[in-house]
């Protein structure tokens, strides 16, 4: 009885001493090495080292496991790290693009709304920058309505938009015509200075009431002078022999310019004069003379702005 009394003890004493190993596999790696190394076990030196590969074999295992576990549980924390950044690039782009409608000085973003106003453009780079002298000079390139009265406005505004900021002295702009666009010559090309619009070039299609008057005056067909065609024929032996060669003009636009033409009418001879407005005509053309010869003659006239008149001074 007592035998099978101890027989029946001894499996419950292995049973709980496997629960017992198992238990410091998975928490006390250490402790586990010296149960399974310690003089008192009795397992042969090939189950001890079988034992210790397999133990650590799982301790890896359990590991690596856990390690995967770890990263599928971050990985929504990276993903939503990505986005905020994501969102403050996105927010950094719409800051600087909106800072682009604003420009570093207030004349600036006055000049442009000025623009904007008349329904033009600026077609061409533009800024304020320091002269020689250390004033400050506007220069800029305006597509606007190919209208004087408009074009006079504009420059009207910008002139009191200048003499009332202490960012800009000056200005220097080329107007080209809007309803042309990038194709648009330069109408004219305007200075503003000491409170001073002062035109240093200025296009024949720009219309201005004086340019259109000046358009008017001459043949589409052949460039000639109308009604001076008409002064010259008259003057002729025979008008229908007349043939136009060319025809050139001078707009008088300047005080300079009358003195220097009126100078040269005085040496020729001439009483006539011109004014600021007129036109000073020259017209090359052939015809036949009293004996029937072709010759080529040249002849000069003026013609008025003021009172919408022409003149022939000379055939010579």
């Known amino acids: ?41 009795t397992w042969k ?7 210790t590969v397999i133990f650590w074999i799982l301790l890896f295992a359990i590991g690596g496991l856990g390690d995967k576990s770890n990263k599928t549980e971050s990985q929504p924390e990276t993903t939503i790290t990505k986005t905020s950044a994501s969102f403050e690039s996105s927010t950094t782009v719409e800051t600087t693009e909106e800072s682009k409608e604003e420009y570093d000085s207030q004349f600036k973003n006055n000049f442009v709304a000025l623009v904007n106003e008349f329904d033009a453009e600026i077609f061409s780079d533009w800024d304020v920058n320091s002269a020689n002298d250390g004033s400050n000079i506007l220069t800029a390139g305006v597509l606007i309505e190919n209208n004087e009265d408009v074009i006079n406005s504009f420059f009207d505004k910008l002139k009191e938009l200048i003499n009332s900021s202490e960012e800009c002295d000056s200005a220097m702009i080329t107007v080209g015509d809007k309803a042309k666009g990038a194709d648009s010559e330069a109408l004219f090309i305007a200075a503003i200075d000491n409170g001073e619009i002062t035109t240093t070039m200025e296009s024949i299609n720009y219309n201005s009431a004086h340019n259109i008057w000046i358009r008017n005056q001459f043949s589409a067909w052949d460039g000639s002078h109308i009604e001076l065609t008409k002064l ?37 001879g001439k009483t006539d004069t011109v004014q600021v407005g007129d036109l000073f005509i020259v017209t090359k053309f052939s015809a036949k003379n009293g004996f029937n010869a072709t010759i080529k003659s040249t002849a000069y006239g003026i013609a008025s702005y003021e009172n919408n008149s022409i003149k022939l001074i000379a055939i010579e």
């Open 1 to 41: 009885m007592e035998n099978n009394t101890l027989d029946n003890q001894q499996p419950k004493k292995k049973g709980n001493l496997v629960l017992w190993i198992l238990g410091w596999i998975f928490f006390f790696p250490i402790p586990v090495m010296v149960l399974i190394w310690r003089k008192k076990n």
């Open 45 to 51: 030196l090939p189950i001890k080292i079988a034992v």
């Open 232 to 268: 010259i024929k008259e003057n002729l032996n025979d008008e229908d022999s007349y043939k136009h060669i060319e025809t050139t003009y001078r707009d008088i636009k300047t005080q300079a310019d009358v003195d220097e033409v009126n100078e040269a009418l005085s040496s020729a």
